[in-house]
């Protein structure tokens, strides 16, 4: 089946720094990838929408300078989180668009922690 | 604009019991709806999902979920509930156009009581 692979599991970064998110669909081509962050206890939020080949759709209220979405290809697309501060702290959850009838396969988190 | 209302962020079951997660949607279209799965620290895993073919979805791990478009609702139920099945899960909603975004509900978390 369809397998996402999203790297790291698990940073913690100082406060100021950037870090970069990976999201990779392994057996499947993925024109179009999700990027969701998910609080403690919470529903998952999406942030944005990312197209291989062309610029991110933000959804509103997101801050499109501060979370960088890169989709260079049709299997990779990294969310970069810039100049982070604590309150970016949160699960981030990415997901793939296989096509078909409307596969989304979702990678298995990003637990990012801010100090 | 199409959402989702998942009634109980909270559920408690007994080992053996029936599981039932109530879900429903609004949507200008006909809709294409989800249940997800997950577990702490871990991405979702995809239970059922119902994209107008048969109004009775049958999933994985015994689940299955029934469309009502009278109702607009999309119950998710297990018939008898096992230790494994503790986790959060989430309903969703898509309008179906090629690449368009998932809208969750709120999700419901199931605690099951040996």
């Known amino acids: 089946g369809a397998v996402v692979s999203q790297h790291p599991s698990r940073v913690i970064c100082k406060s100021g720094t950037s870090v970069k998110i990976e999201c990779r669909s392994l057996d499947f081509q993925a024109t179009t990838m999700f990027w969701y962050r998910q609080f403690p206890k919470q529903s998952l939020m999406l942030m944005a929408t990312s197209n291989e080949g062309s610029k991110a759709t933000y959804e509103q209220g997101v801050e499109k300078d501060k979370f960088l979405i890169n989709h260079a290809s049709l299997t990779l697309s990294t969310l970069t989180v810039t100049s982070a501060h604590p309150e970016d702290s949160s699960f981030y959850i990415c997901?793939?668009?296989?096509?078909?009838?409307?596969?989304?396969?979702f990678g298995s988190g990003t637990r990012l922690t801010v100090v | 604009a199409q959402s989702v209302t998942q009634l109980g962020s909270h559920v408690s079951v007994s080992e053996g019991a029936l599981v039932l997660l109530r879900c429903n949607y609004s949507s200008s279209v006909p809709p294409y709806l989800f249940w997800y799965v997950q577990y702490p620290n871990q991405g979702l895993q995809l239970l059922l999902k119902?994209?107008?073919?048969?109004?009775l979805v049958k999933g994985i791990n015994g689940f299955e979920a029934e469309f009502k478009k009278s109702e607009t609702s999309f119950h998710l139920t297990k018939p008898s509930a096992h230790m494994s099945d503790a986790a959060e899960y989430f309903c969703a909603v898509s309008e179906g156009a090629a690449g368009n975004k998932l809208t969750f509900g709120g999700g419901t978390r199931v605690l099951v009581k040996p």
């Open positions: 997901s793939a668009r296989q096509g078909g009838v409307y596969g989304y396969t």
């Open positions: 119902y994209t107008s073919a048969a109004t």
